[in-house]
DNA sequence: CAGTGAGCGAGCTTCCGCTTGACTT
């Protein structure tokens, strides 16, 4: 007998599939993808590390090949399943019938390295029927669906790790960007940024009862028209707040009021009495999407908490896969349920023949079923609720009324659209109106209303039952009550409105979901505020720089052009290579067209004839820092123009010289410009310790950019002269500071005395690197703020006359010391320094990584450590670059205030320098591009 | 977002999509 190795993806479906195939077949699972690219530096195997390809992991220069690394983590998975395969005489990769699921199977077989027979099965449902026809048709893998995944794979890669460095240095560190979330930013941000446009409308409205007059009953109606001119509504009005439809009627509130006086006693009389009938359908089943988005509006859990509580549903084996974007229900599910439905509801709630649904986005792969209760017959809620937990109960009803309903019956009903007539003292005629709601039968409305908890409670919700009136009746009219209105802003997106509108796009899959939401969050691009998704500056500068200078990349139609040629791709009618070199590397000259033409690739590069790569180097020069990171806000009363600036430390506001910090919980809609010079004329909670007797200024502590410091007098704007200012000593607080300590700080530097050779003054003072004194251009570091004020001259001189103290101590006692380098015989030491603990021979330092400790490290992995250092080579010094920075960075800035077209000249300058560079040098021009970049944005940022 | 004079071991951040535990709080 032979036994086979069946490998799928979930170790839930290998328990479920082994029940299914008994003896002969042992089912495992790889736990999703088992190589990738590196993630980063130190993934990439030692050989590798020296291309200049290895940051990216995809050798962009030979035909854009991929380094692939197995995982850390899933090292003992490949290791199981290759002890596996050495017990069996067949192997069916069982993975997903996905683009994903086809590229696992693809990994699985490179790395297994089989020398048993290899076949694909697949299957969309997990029934024993399904997964024995699978094993009977099996096929082979589809080489081309692989190269798609690549493909995309690939084409993430490049934007990630080309883009997110452009925000490194133009922003802050540790920002991304992504095909995925810097979509998903960029709708949050354009929504804030309509709401701050969006400008409020009031218009006004009435209501009124009316009685029969003959019989009982009466009904409340709202004001329709006046003279056959519709009222206006809030959908009437723009986002600027004008009138849309300009045959509206607006009423202003004295009118309305006027209006309601006026009608007090006048006669009405029914217009019309119209009837419709309606029918409503059930929505489909379940897949991730709609999961999330009615679970957020249901049970108001986040996308993550849904995910998790239907995960532990799946792995007890009360739900299909609940990552899915298919709404198709297996065979055995539909005559399951439409029994069940039978039973429960009867005949008539049962549709003639099973309900199909189509696929609704384009993009679905439908690897798997609709996420539905399991097994033919479903566990009812009440069972499944004895033997979970609240949130698994609350979420696997919500699944099964979903999937119940989505096989019953239409609801059927009947709206019923009254209108009343009066006519005003001078002729004005008003009508007023109504609808009620019959429902003449409720079909799946009996099972689940979307949006509502309580399908009962709400059917009745839904009828509102009207008297029976008929055309011409007289009514009295009374309680004319104006209502005031005003229109509202868009609304913000939540985490289920989001994740909706990126399904729409197309952007993102549904093992993504979910985690776009906690990227876009950790990232600090949006903050959640109860259910509401605020994003913050920061998303404002991120978002603004892309749609600036990579517009294509955050078009909203990016991904689903993608998909289109990943699909040519997949058909065989295009290559993944001519397509990536492409998107990198721009459109090659004309000549080159003819030879490369009739791939079929023609949309995503097609956006743009500069690509990736040289965007990213050719603009980062020319990427405004400053200018990006300005948020307008608007002009003040007195003509001054007031901004939003993304910090180093945060957000803050400016105008012209005044700075203040936006508070964190400051949602940008509401940074209006009053609220901006509120914040700026607040007190800034400094603190006023007196006044000096020799100047009479006020003397104030402050909180700065280099911690507490104490000012002389007020800053004056239309004086250059800046106020005096000094630190507080490491000794000293705001708190306890006193007026008197204040005024010795403000007298430094202090002068101690006469050198007694040439009587040329020294000074002592505080500065960078601690206190000091200064003789001339002389320097001597001191040991205590306090010698500030006590050293005296003979001491300085003694000091002076001694060479400049090393002061290397501090790093003096190594934390261990591990033995000799066999490459240098240096003694290697662990040490503390500036940027945490390291290891070193004496002469080469390399820093512990992430993994290692400085209490476990051993000598082994410090040789390791200190010989990858040395490969890479000396450290390029930056010292005098550093300097000029420092220096550009003054005068840089001065130049931005007087004469700003000056600089935009310079910077096209470079840019052009460059590129006449690069085209007889490459690797020297890319140098001169960074060096050149780099200046530009230091003076910049 | 204030303003000052040395020199010291740099290294790393980041993408999207497949999947679970193993950790801590």
Redesign the pocket.
Same mark, same amino acid.
């Given at each position: 007998m032979t036994k086979s190795l069946v490998i799928v993806?979930?170790?839930?479906?290998a328990k479920t599939i082994a029940g299914y195939l008994g003896a002969g077949f042992v089912v495992e699972?790889? %736990?999703?993808?088992?190589?990738?690219?590196?993630?980063?530096?130190?993934d990439v195997p030692a050989q590798y590390k020296k291309s200049a390809w290895a940051?990216?992991?995809v050798d962009v220069e030979n035909g854009f090949k991929p380094l692939y690394v197995i995982?850390p983590?899933?090292k003992s998975q490949v290791k199981k399943l290759k002890d596996l395969l050495k017990q069996v005489d067949q192997l069916y990769v069982a993975t997903?019938e996905?683009?994903?699921?086809e590229s696992?199977a693809w990994h699985l077989i490179q790395v297994l390295s089989p020398k048993v027979p290899v076949k694909r099965m697949v299957f969309h449902e997990i029934t024993r029927k399904a997964i024995q026809a699978a094993i009977d048709a099996p096929r082979d893998i589809d080489q081309r669906l692989v190269d798609a995944q690549e493909a995309?794979?690939i084409l993430?890669?490049? =934007?990630? =790790?080309?883009?997110?460095?452009v925000l490194?240095r133009k922003i802050m560190?540790?920002?991304?960007?992504?095909?995925?979330?810097?979509?998903?930013t960029r709708i949050v941000v354009e929504r804030e940024r309509a709401r701050i446009r969006f400008v409020r409308a009031a218009y006004w409205g009435m209501e009124a009862e009316f009685a029969k007059q003959k019989g009982t009953g009466s009904l409340v109606a709202t004001l329709h028209s006046l003279d056959g001119k519709r009222l206006a509504t809030g959908k009437d009005f723009d986002e600027s707040g004008k009138l849309k439809r300009k045959e509206a009627a607006l009423l202003d509130e004295k009118q309305a009021k006027a209006l309601a006086a006026d009608l007090v006693g006048r006669r009405f009389e029914v217009s019309s009495v119209e009837t419709k009938p309606y029918k409503r359908s059930p929505s489909p089943p379940f897949m991730t999407s709609t999961l999330q988005q009615e679970a957020g509006r249901k049970l108001r859990f986040s996308s993550a908490r849904t995910m998790q509580v239907a995960?532990r549903l799946?792995?007890n084996g009360y739900i299909t896969?609940m990552?899915t974007d298919s709404t198709t229900l297996a065979d055995d599910a539909v005559t399951g349920v439409r029994k069940q439905i039978a039973q429960m509801y009867g005949d008539d709630y049962l549709p003639a023949s099973p309900r199909k649904y189509a696929k609704k986005v384009k993009s679905a792969?439908e690897?798997?079923e609709a996420i539905r209760p399991t097994g033919d017959t479903f566990r009812t809620p009440e069972e499944v609720a004895r033997s979970v937990g609240k949130d698994e109960a609350r979420l696997y009803e919500l699944i099964w009324k979903r999937t119940v309903a989505s096989q019953m019956q239409d609801a059927r009903g009947e709206t019923l659209q009254v209108r009343i007539v009066g006519t005003t003292d001078n002729g004005q005629r008003c009508e007023f109106s109504v609808t009620g709601n019959t429902i003449t039968f409720p079909g799946f409305l009996r099972a689940y209303v979307e949006g509502s908890d309580d399908p009962e409670a709400e059917l009745l919700n839904r009828e509102k039952h009207l008297p029976a009136l008929s055309k011409g009746e007289g009514l009295d009219g009374s309680e004319f009550k104006p209502s005031g209105h005003e229109t509202q802003p868009p609304a913000r997106f939540t985490e289920a409105s989001l994740v909706r509108r990126l399904e729409e796009l197309g952007?993102?899959?549904?093992?993504?979901y979910a985690?776009?939401i906690s990227?876009i969050l950790?990232?600090g691009y949006v903050r959640k505020k109860s259910s509401a998704l605020i994003p913050s500056f920061k998303a404002f500068a991120v978002v603004t720089l892309l749609e600036r200078h990579f517009p294509d990349l955050v078009d909203y139609a990016f991904?689903a052009r993608m998909e289109d040629d990943l699909d040519a791709i997949a058909s065989g009618q295009a290559d993944a290579e001519p397509w990536l070199r492409r998107f990198y590397f721009g459109k090659g000259k004309p000549a080159n067209d003819t030879a490369t033409g009739g791939d079929g690739s023609k949309n995503v590069e097609r956006t743009s004839d500069v690509g990736l790569h040289a965007m990213v180097n050719d603009q980062m020069g020319e990427i405004d820092a400053r200018d990006i990171n300005s948020i307008p806000i608007g002009t003040d009363d007195e003509g001054r123009g007031i901004v939003a600036r993304v910090?180093?430390?945060?957000p803050?506001l400016?105008r012209g010289?005044d700075?203040?910090?936006i508070p964190d919980d400051m949602p940008p809609d509401e940074l209006t410009v009053e609220k901006s010079t509120e914040l700026l004329n607040a007190p800034s909670g400094d603190r006023q310790l007196g006044s000096d007797p020799a100047t009479e200024l006020p003397v104030f502590v402050?909180?700065?950019?280099?911690?507490?410091?104490?000012?002389l007098g007020e800053?004056d704007p239309d004086s250059k002269e800046?106020p005096k200012?000094?630190?507080?000593f490491k000794s000293m607080t705001a708190e306890t500071l006193t007026l008197e300590q204040a005024l010795k700080l403000l007298g430094l530097p202090r002068h101690i005395g006469n050198h007694p050779e040439d009587n040329e003054p020294i000074t002592a003072?505080?500065?960078?690197?601690?206190? =000091? %004194?200064?003789k001339g251009?002389d320097?001597?570091?001191?040991e205590t703020e306090e010698q500030i004020f006590t050293v005296t001259v003979d001491e300085a001189v003694k000091l002076l006359k001694e060479p400049?103290?090393?002061?290397?101590r501090?790093?003096a006692e190594p934390l261990r010391t591990l033995g000799k380098d066999p490459v240098s015989e240096g003694e290697i030491t662990v040490?503390?320094?500036?940027?945490?603990?390291?290891v070193?021979d004496g002469e080469?330092?390399?820093?512990?990584?992430?993994g290692d400790s400085v209490e476990e490290v051993t000598l082994d992995r410090a040789i390791e450590?200190i010989q990858?250092?040395r490969e890479?080579g000396?450290?390029k010094?930056k010292?005098k670059k550093a300097k000029k920075k420092a220096a550009k960075k003054k005068v840089a800035?001065k130049a931005a205030k007087k004469k700003a077209p000056a600089k935009k000249k310079a910077a096209k300058k470079k840019a052009t320098k460059k590129a006449a560079k690069k085209k007889t040098a490459k690797k020297a021009a890319k140098k001169t591009t960074k060096a050149a970049a780099k200046k530009t944005d230091s003076s910049e940022a």
């Open positions: 993806e979930s170790p839930a479906k699972s790889s %736990i999703g993808h088992i190589r990738d690219l590196p993630k980063r530096a130190s940051r990216l992991g995982d983590e899933k997903d996905d683009r994903e699921g696992i995309r794979r993430d890669r490049l =934007y990630g =790790y080309e883009v997110s460095p490194w560190p540790r920002l991304s960007a992504g095909r995925v979330q810097s979509v998903a995960q799946y792995e896969y990552r792969q690897a798997h952007v993102g899959r549904p093992s993504t985690s776009i990227t950790n990232r991904t910090g180093r430390y945060g803050y400016q010289d700075t203040v910090s402050k909180a700065g950019r280099f911690g507490t410091y104490v000012q800053l800046k200012t000094a630190s507080l003072q505080n500065g960078r690197y601690g206190p =000091y %004194i200064t251009k320097t001597r570091s001191l400049k103290k090393r002061q290397r501090a790093a040490r503390n320094g500036r940027f945490g603990p390291y070193t080469t330092a390399a820093s512990l990584r992430s450590l990858m250092r890479r000396p450290v010094k010292k800035k």
